[in-house]
């Protein structure tokens, strides 16, 4: 019974990082860039539905939008101020201006909200029957799991069937070709960060729901951790994002429980240094040999 | 108004087999003129004074020695590169301030010198991302696939069939496009880029790599693609029997410089011509 309230912790905390390396794995995909801001946009995501609720009164779905709403924007203004102009530039240099984005989206967090964690009251609870309760699931939980895999079904039939979707497939497979298809590859990789940074929102919202603590560093983990899942899973791959960060969130949450608590990122990450050594491209990447 | 006009062109256009004798027509309004276009790479002269008309339903050669600045030109016409001078009309319509995307849309198509197909991808979805602007319907559309999606997507599958019949290449539609022998994706190239609806196709060096029997097939089928789908093509190629052959008008470039226009007894006859490729006499 404790094993199983382990178990859908882990899947809760799980689904949270699947939420966010779909957004990463998206970007990495399509612009074939590590979008390291990803994490603090989920951290303006909390902020923003933590304000809407705490400050406008508004009710949580209506904050949880406008949560989106802003991140959407924010995503989308990132990319164009950011990242576009280093469009021809060599991928470091497109690396280290994540990075810098991201400090500036901490500081400037640290500025408007101030160091000292909010209290985040959970945005997505309901009241549930008792033997649910007693088994340790949450309403939290449910809501997570629940969105994620709505999530991750949406995004697969997005880019499978649509067109903006093919034109996803046909930029991450060549820019170059894609255009001379007709296809608006900033458009299409503007429309990427946008829904990369809503579903950051979300996951934002979801993860302060769980956790109730926000403050202007609250992105930085779960993001590296999702990075992670991204990675582990296989770097580009929706479903791999999806059983990354599942797999990730349960074996943090058993490392938490039986092993111990302060090394439990030592192990999630052990975990990972594993996989890579014996699947280089991840769980469900596929491998591909440097042409010479 | 012309975008529109060349879709509807599009949905009549017979494929493919039987020949259809075009009614010439290069004395109506062209489909390309450049004037005076050129870029310079730093202080580079890559190309200059690049003054070229083509036909409606012409085939144009584009030769010169290595370095000439032939891909360069197909790069300034599709816009990868911006021109530093001159003017690109397209159907009579200015392109300045147009991107990549657009001119395809405006009804440029091109294949790579290096081939450069979605490899990852299967050969049907490779003609399909061709075909992807003619189809309309809404991502919601698409993700609840709706009975719309349905049919756009039929359709679109039987003319990407279509297309690749052209080629005899219909077996191989569910096939990953990158596991293909080297000519069958060069043959690809050309159908995912017919997909696009073109009025003009630019063919980088297409005989490249192929040997003489499969060139020969390819001038036949450049022919051929150029009857059933009336549409002018430009092509840079080296090989001078597949130039020579079938090519109505040929520009020579040497240095980034037209030395030559003309049909292919002029220029085999011209001393400038044959000074850039074999060097002064003595």
């Known amino acids: 019974m404790v094993f199983f309230s382990y178990l859908i ?29 990803h994490g603090d946009v989920i951290m303006v995501g909390g902020y923003i539905c933590y304000c809407a609720m705490t400050y406008l009164g508004l009710p949580a779905i209506a904050s949880i939008l406008l949560s989106m709403v802003v991140c959407t924007v924010l995503g989308v203004v990132i990319e164009g101020l950011a990242y576009r102009p280093l469009r021809q530039a060599g991928s470091l240099a497109v690396l ?41 699931i949450s309403s939290e939980a ?16 997005f880019v499978n069937h649509t067109r903006m979707g093919k034109a996803m497939r046909a930029c991450s497979e060549d820019k170059g070709a894609a255009q001379l298809m007709g296809i608006n590859v900033n458009r299409t990789i503007s429309v990427t960060f946008a829904i990369g940074s809503a579903l950051a929102a979300i996951a934002g919202v979801l ?31 929706i479903p791999g994002a999806f ?18 608590t302060n090394l439990a990122n030592a192990i999630v990450f052990a975990v990972l240094i594993v996989v890579l050594l014996v699947r280089p491209s991840g769980l469900l990447g596929k491998y591909v040999p440097e042409k010479v | 108004m012309a975008e529109q006009k060349r879709f509807e062109k599009g949905k009549m256009v017979p494929v493919p087999s039987h020949s259809i004798i075009p009614e010439r027509d290069l004395d109506k309004s062209p489909i390309l003129e450049c004037s005076h276009l050129g870029i310079d790479f730093g202080g580079l002269r890559a190309v200059d004074e690049f003054n070229i008309t083509i036909g409606r339903t012409e085939i144009a050669g584009l030769i010169g020695p290595n370095g000439a600045g032939k891909t360069t030109v197909f790069n300034l016409l599709t816009k990868v590169y911006q021109p530093t001078r001159g003017t690109i009309l397209l159907d009579g319509l200015d392109t300045a301030g147009k991107i990549t995307a ?12 290096n081939i450069r197909l979605f490899s990852n991808l299967s050969v049907e979805d490779n003609v399909k991302i061709g075909l992807h602007n003619q189809e309309k319907y809404s991502a919601l559309t698409g993700v609840l696939r709706l009975p719309k999606y349905w049919r756009q997507e039929k359709a679109a599958h039987e003319r990407a069939l279509e297309l690749l019949s052209i080629f005899d290449m219909q077996d191989l539609a569910s096939h990953q496009a990158g596991s293909l022998p080297y000519g069958a994706q060069r043959r690809l ?11 003009l196709l630019l063919l980088d060096e297409p005989a490249a790599g192929m040997n003489p029997s499969e060139t020969a097939e390819l001038m036949e089928n450049i022919v051929k693609i150029r009857d059933t789908f009336q549409i002018a093509v430009l092509l840079i190629e080296h090989d001078m029997s597949l130039v020579m052959g079938i090519c109505e008008g040929i520009c020579v470039l040497n240095f980034g410089r037209i030395i030559a226009k003309g049909t292919a007894e002029e220029i085999q006859a011209n001393p400038a011509v044959i000074e850039a490729y074999l060097g002064k006499q003595q």
């Open chain 2, 102 to 113: 657009q001119i395809n849309r405006m009804g440029i198509a091109r294949t790579f010198q």
């Open chain 1, 207 to 237: 993860l302060c729901s769980s956790y109730t603590t926000l403050m202007p560093t609250t992105g930085s983990m779960p993001g590296i951790k999702a990075f992670t899942a991204a990675v582990f899973g296989g770097i580009g791959s």
């Open chain 1, 243 to 260: 059983i990354g960060g599942l797999l990730l969130g349960i074996i943090e949450a058993m490392a938490k429980a039986y092993i111990s």
């Open chain 2, 189 to 199: 190239e050309i159908v995912r880029a017919l997909a696009t609806n073109p009025s």
């Open chain 1, 9 to 37: 912790s882990g899947i809760s905390l799980g689904s949270v990082y699947a939420i966010i390396a779909l957004g990463y794995t998206m970007v990495y995909g399509i612009a074939k860039m590590l979008n390291f801001a």
């Open chain 1, 96 to 136: 280290i201006t994540a990075i810098g984005v991201s400090y500036f989206l901490q500081n400037a967090a640290q500025l408007i909200w101030g160091v000292t964690p909010k209290i985040f009251t959970s945005a997505v609870s309901f009241p549930l029957p008792q033997g649910l309760t007693d088994l340790g």
């Open chain 1, 142 to 157: 449910i809501v997570t799991v629940v969105s994620c895999v709505v999530i991750m079904i949406a995004l697969t039939l």
